[in-house]
Nanobody, 122 residues
Framework: QVRLVESGGGLAQAGGSLRLSCAAA????????MGWFRQAPGKERESVAT????????SYADSVKGRFTISRDNAKNTVYLQMNSLKPEDTAVYYC???????????????WGQGTQVTVSS
């Protein structure tokens, strides 16, 4: 079956960096566009960054533009989220998502990962 397994979350100080990874199994990775979403306590899940199946056209939420970078390695079936200049408001559970061909949106995702906690202290 399809599995998306996130890793790399943890505790960081404001201004610091973390790199999230999402390893995919059970699907033809190159056929799927990928995304990172996050959900903070008491808030709705939101899109953070998406990337097409080919790795082109990365897209970012305004709140993370210039600080986060999404990338993918199709040879390793893995998508990454490099997070720099972290802020306390980035604290959330971060989820990896996959959608066949088309970039995932919150209302249309084929597969979700289990999530990884990111906590940023001030």
């Amino acid at each position: 079956q399809v599995r998306l397994v996130e890793s790399g979350g943890g505790l960081a100080q404001a201004g610091g960096s973390l790199r999230l990874s999402c390893a995919a199994a059970g699907l033809t990775f190159i056929s799927y566009s990928m995304g990172w979403f996050r959900q903070a306590p008491g808030k709705e899940r939101e899109s953070v960054a998406t990337i097409s199946w080919s790795g082109s056209s990365p897209s970012y939420a305004d709140s993370v533009k210039g600080r986060f970078t999404i990338s993918r390695d199709n040879a390793k079936n893995t998508v990454y989220l490099q997070m720099n200049s972290l802020k306390p408001e980035d604290t959330a559970v971060y989820y990896c998502a996959a959608r066949f061909h088309i970039v995932p949106v919150i209302t249309d995702v084929d597969y979700w990962g289990q999530g990884t906690q990111v906590t940023v202290s001030s």
